[in-house]
């Protein structure tokens, strides 16, 4: 299959390495993983790219799921201005006040115990379903839950793969 497969796969892969390291910061913002999807173009199709962004994934190092993990904001709390931040929480928009206080509190001591945000794949989930998980996982152990934040990441950056190459955009 031809690397033109999709006008946004093509775009990627003819992007110059500058244009094609942005667009993938913003699909995970782990250097480490985007050095590993950025040096296996160009790809043939989107199932070739899926795949590098998962092995990537596997191989990030606790150092690297810090890194990727920092650039997500708090379930609850998107990023102001960021339209990717605020589909993915779309589950979060309607909910209570006394929910969105009470994922406040998770979040906080979910932060405590592990040192980073509590990571889920939020496309999807409603705001009961999101609270839900992070009571579930908020007793693992810091090695489990360091798995499930690796899955999490994985499914989050696929989502964000197949939009960078459905998007019209420019060199993305």
Not at 7 to 13: C, H, M, V
Not at 45 to 71: F, I, P, R, S
Not at 76 to 102: F, H, I, N, V
Request: hydrophobic share 40%; with cysteine; aromatic share 4%.
């Amino acid at each position: 299959m031809s690397s033109s497969s999709t006008p946004g796969l093509a775009r990627f892969n003819a992007a110059e390495d500058g244009a094609a390291r942005a667009a993938l910061h913003e699909v995970c913002t782990s250097r480490a993983w985007g050095d590993a999807v950025l040096a296996h173009r160009p790809y043939a199709d989107l199932a070739a790219l899926l795949a590098a962004g998962e092995a990537a994934t596997a191989a990030l190092t606790a150092e690297d799921l810090a890194e990727a993990m920092a650039g997500h904001p708090p379930i609850g709390r998107p990023k102001p201005g960021d339209p990717t931040s605020a589909r993915e929480q779309r589950g979060m928009a309607g909910a209570s006040e006394e929910l969105k206080a009470e994922m406040l509190e998770l979040n906080l001591a979910y932060q405590e115990k592990f040192g980073h945000v509590f990571l889920i794949c939020a496309t999807g989930r409603t705001a009961a379903q999101m609270r839900d998980a992070v009571r579930d996982r908020i007793d693992n152990s810091a090695e489990h839950e360091r798995e499930i934040v690796r899955g999490e990441l994985g499914k989050i950056n696929r989502i964000r793969l197949n939009r960078m190459v459905e998007a019209e955009g420019d060199a993305s």
